[in-house]
């Protein structure tokens, strides 16, 4: 067997995403983005603010994250290209998925998680919990 360094480092990243339910983006057009507090932060994260780790920490102690994919990457850029280009087999969907883009969650192997940003990635800043 033949030492494969770049498969040998691939872990599995989990990749959260905001999804607007029907009735949010009737609600959204009537009343327009303001009016769904979790689209809100979504552009917060994307357009409106700076301080997009505790934006995002925010968003997930809310409950506005779902959990819709695992992506084997060797790390967090490896991610963002899988989550736009694939190849798909590193891919396993447990949700509806659009590419990986700004505002969303990607959580390392140790648990840590980052926001895709602007530039880059950040580390999410959980600010308190939410019932």
Not at 43 to 60: E, H, P, S, V
Not at 116 to 125: E, M, R, S
Request: one cysteine or more; proline letters at 3%.
């Amino acid at each position: 067997m033949i030492y494969d360094e770049a498969n040998a480092k691939k872990k599995q990243y989990k990749l959260y995403q905001i999804h607007l339910t029907d009735a949010e983006v009737d609600l959204i057009n009537a009343e327009g983005h303001d009016a769904v507090h979790k689209q809100s932060l979504k552009l917060d994260m994307g357009l409106r603010k700076n301080d997009t780790g505790a934006i995002a920490g925010d968003a997930f102690s809310r409950g506005y994250y779902t959990h819709v994919s695992n992506i084997t990457s060797t790390n967090l850029e490896g991610v963002f290209s899988i989550g736009n280009m694939g190849p798909e087999e590193c891919i396993e969907r447990l949700a509806p998925m659009y590419s990986c883009s700004m505002g969303d969650i990607v959580e390392d192997p140790e648990g840590n998680k980052h926001v895709v940003a602007a530039w880059g990635f950040k580390p999410v800043t959980m600010l308190r919990e939410f019932a």
